[in-house]
């Protein structure tokens, strides 16, 4: 996208560059050899995104006295409200704790939210269609608060965050309850956030 901010900082926050794409998309400087580099980059509606690049261990070849490390950033716009899956955030039958193969998307959702200081999320976790109606409500409640505390526990302001429980009001699969494959039913054990309007 043409127009976009992008800022180069170091390890020690040391800023590299600033400036904009041009009009393809684009942008060009150089970076220093022997730094962790962080790009960041940034427009208005959209959220930003952010990379790493490692020029610490760098090999030159014979007369080498330059390289290009190219990095695609990718800025989604920003939708308030709208429903955004998180993958691999499921959870066993009965259960609200976070199953290891959540951690990678759960550290993904913490970059977006340290990229992006000034939004808030609701984390809304919904269980499968089995079990009582009330208890379900309390167990997708406990479900969305632990995404919320393993944000907290990754340095995320607590009042950015919202946990809303649905029990089994949302489900995605519907199924006949009795006659629903575990798949099925793991697909509607599931945790979504959305970004909200706080004052």
Request: glycine fraction near 4%.
């Amino acid at each position: 996208m043409p127009s976009t901010a992008m800022r180069l900082i170091d390890e020690s926050n040391i800023k590299i560059a600033e400036g904009y794409t041009n009009e393809n998309g684009f942008y060009y400087c150089s970076v220093p050899e022997g730094r962790q580099i962080k790009v960041t980059a940034a427009k208005q509606n959209y959220l930003s995104s952010s990379a790493s690049i490692d020029t610490r261990s760098l090999k030159w070849e014979g007369d080498e006295t330059t390289k290009t490390i190219n990095v695609e950033l990718v800025l989604e716009k920003i939708y308030e409200n709208k429903e955004i899956n998180l993958k691999n955030i499921y959870y066993d039958y009965d259960k609200w704790d976070i199953k290891p193969e959540a951690v990678p998307t759960l550290n993904q959702l913490t970059t977006i939210l340290n990229d992006n200081p000034r939004i808030n999320i609701q984390l809304s976790s919904h269980t499968d269609c089995r079990g009582l109606e009330d208890y379900n409500m309390i167990l997708s409640q406990k479900r969305a608060q632990s995404v919320v505390d393993y944000l907290i526990s990754k340095g995320i302001d607590e009042k950015r965050l919202v946990a809303v429980g649905y029990g089994k009001s949302l489900l995605i699969e519907n199924c006949e309850c009795e006659k629903c494959t575990e798949n099925q039913h793991q697909v509607n054990r599931r945790t979504t956030f959305k970004i909200i309007n706080r004052p």
